[in-house]
């Protein structure tokens, strides 16, 4: 059954890609959702409510640590229970010292952050719509190459290029610029993997060939029809490639060494560091709170759109 | 709208360079940001830095050197046990998550669905600080555990227990996520399967062996290649403890922070790469097998 829900997606359509694509396989769940979730027997069982509920306790714990720490002063944080209140409710103080610690230099990162996130993932997902759509919708002279070298790309370890990517973007003068946080921030494979296999489904190519029929150019059609069908995915793509710049560490760990220039995640760990070496003055207090300023935007984007990214993702389900 | 649409549509599609048009700002920035990078590194890795003299062409030398680097395989070495033991504890607990929360027989589900997958949406290097703090024997809960039975078994940050710790972030910060995807690939499973099952008297478990798990197959195939691209990568987690236990963490625990070491601390570039480049092959190899190992059950 698993061939013929799955082989159904971009393969059989005559995409090119030859050996790579026909193992590749796609479920495209947008086809036939399921309502709710289907139970075959019984109704609510309580053990299984109960193991979940201990797994929650897992991931939710570090949390509730967190948020029950980010009301202590300095000295507390020592002499206390971690996962319990202590002494002077001291959370509006933590956020004020945040904001004021260093001449505001956590507004400064947290703009950054912000500019990052904006142009970064904004870009990412504006480049991975166009192309999903366009090799989704299009034949074109060289597609086959493409199809195997993003595809390629998916399994690239990030990583590993930083090294490369830090030598080129010197010889450039690039390095220690908000382009070498920006410009890698661009390209995202899985994005457009995503965009391509939703494409391939919610654009009905009905709708396409009525409008060339109008008279309407393809730009035309695709910002005044396509995208809006496109919704979702775009959505979905949008979400995670904010959580990946919005996380990034790596890149402007080497990128970077002017402190104005930090993203939060630096800056942060930047704090942490002053709790070592010879003049240790550690400010624990503000990187616990710190970092839940730093948490809260992202859960806050991730809970109101969660309607869209989650049936984004059921249509791009994607497997290899 | 179907997912069996006929393939005959396809044949309709103009074969113009409009598509092309759509295309091509996505590969500008993509050859630029990593087609260049990778043929960079493969150039550079033919080369070799000395502090006297400079850059020197030395062919494949360094493949060599790093092939015999004993460095390089203890960080190796590493990655691959934490591959080994880390990704089936963490894939096997979304896939239960997953399993559990598409059951239908579980009280408040979406409140499940979101709380696992909470933690993806926290910072890493914030998961980092956060356990870090907790496993520390200064104000954390390990502190607090060994007070309350009064001994000192719990202690995460030292050298027997580091791995399983990094192991514990990281299965923490992506279990949610793919808890997602293997409840995203449920949720595409027809209905009238079900109704078929049920008609033949299958049990939740019999369901749960014959349908869901054959069809989640695929999505398995995929959460494990990109958690062994992540294994092999390993970096943010291992690189921000060392600040809090540089004497637990070494330079080069993970051939990623060997590679991050050499050419940031050390200026030695081209070897670098080479191992970076060396690492990438790994990978690949490694993803290629899982990806054809897999192929071959889903055919059997």
């Known amino acids: ?320 | 709208m179907s997912a069996s649409a006929p393939p005959a549509v396809a044949r309709r599609r103009p074969r113009s360079f409009v598509g092309l048009g759509f295309t091509a700002p996505f590969l500008l920035v993509f050859a630029f940001v990593l087609i260049t990078p990778v043929v960079y590194s493969l150039y550079l890795s033919l080369f070799r830095d000395r502090l006297i003299g400079g850059r020197s062409f030395v062919g494949l030398s360094n493949y060599g050197h790093v092939l015999g680097d004993p460095k390089f395989w203890d960080g190796l070495g590493r990655v691959g046990l934490f591959l080994a033991v880390q990704v089936p504890i963490m894939l096997g607990l979304a896939l239960v998550a997953a399993l559990a929360i598409d059951s239908g027989r579980l009280r408040g589900a979406s409140f499940f669905r979101m709380s696992v997958f909470l933690p993806y949406a926290v910072p890493g290097v914030v998961a980092v600080l956060m356990w870090g703090f907790m496993y520390g024997d200064q104000f954390g809960l390990a502190a607090n555990l060994n007070d309350l039975i009064g001994s000192d078994v719990f202690r995460p940050m030292t050298p027997p227990w580091i791995l399983v710790a990094i192991g514990n972030i990281v299965t923490w910060e992506f279990v949610g996520y793919n808890m997602l995807i293997f409840y995203s690939a449920l949720r595409s499973i027809p209905h009238d399967l079900y109704e078929a099952a049920a008609l033949d008297g299958a049990g939740s478990l019999r369901v749960v062996r014959s349908i869901k798990l054959p069809s989640l197959r695929p999505a398995i195939a995929i959460a494990t290649i990109f958690s062994i691209i992540g294994s092999f990568q390993l970096f943010n987690e291992p690189n921000i403890l060392r600040t809090l236990i540089p004497s637990v963490i070494s330079t080069y625990f993970t051939p990623n922070m060997y590679a991050y070491n050499l050419s940031f601390v050390g200026q030695q570039y081209a070897y670098a790469a080479t191992i970076a480049i060396v690492m990438g092959v790994v990978t690949a190899v490694i993803a290629y097998v899982v990806q054809l190992r897999g192929n071959r059950e889903a055919r059997s």
Not at chain 1, 36 to 56: C, D, E, K, W, Y
Not at chain 1, 200 to 216: H, K, Q, T, W
Not at chain 1, 287 to 301: E, F, K, N, Q, R
């Open chain 1, 1 to 320: 059954m698993s061939a013929a829900v799955t082989d159904s997606g971009i393969a059989p359509r005559g995409t090119p890609g030859g050996r790579g694509t026909r193992r590749r396989r796609v479920t495209i769940a947008g086809a036939s959702p399921r309502a709710h979730p289907v139970g075959i027997t019984g109704g609510p069982s309580n053990r299984l409510t109960i193991v979940m509920a201990l797994f929650t306790v897992y991931t939710l714990l570090p949390l509730a640590w967190l948020l029950i720490n980010a009301t202590k002063t300095q000295q507390a944080l020592f002499s206390s229970f971690g996962l319990w209140f202590s002494g002077p409710f001291a959370f509006v103080d933590n956020v004020r010292q945040v904001f004021a610690f260093d001449d505001g230099i956590f507004v400064r990162w947290l703009g950054n952050t912000l500019l990052y996130v904006v142009a970064g993932a904004g870009g990412a997902t504006v480049l991975a719509t166009f192309a999903g759509y366009g090799l989704a919708k299009y034949d074109f002279p060289g597609k086959r190459a493409v199809f195997g070298v993003v595809l390629g790309a998916i399994a690239i370890p990030g990583t590993a290029l930083a090294v490369p990517t830090f030598l080129m973007f010197s010889q450039l003068g690039l390095t220690n610029t908000i382009w070498a946080i920006i410009v890698p921030s661009l390209v995202s494979p899985f994005g457009l993997y995503l965009i391509w296999v939703y494409a391939v489904d919610a654009v009905p190519y009905e709708i396409l060939e009525a409008a060339r029929i109008d008279g309407s150019g393809e730009w035309r059609t695709f910002f005044t029809i396509s995208v809006r069908m496109l919704a979702p995915g775009i959505v979905t793509v949008l979400l995670f490639a904010v959580v990946a710049t919005w996380n990034n560490y790596f890149l402007p760990l080497i990128m970077l060494s002017d402190p104005n220039l930090f993203p939060l995640t630096i800056g942060l760990q930047q704090w942490n560091l002053r709790a070592t070496g010879v003049s240790a003055s550690p400010i624990y207090n503000l990187v616990i709170t710190g970092s839940v300023l730093a948490i809260v935007p992202i859960v806050v984007l991730f809970l109101f759109l969660q309607r869209y990214w989650q049936s984004g993702l059921a249509a791009g389900s994607v497997k290899a």
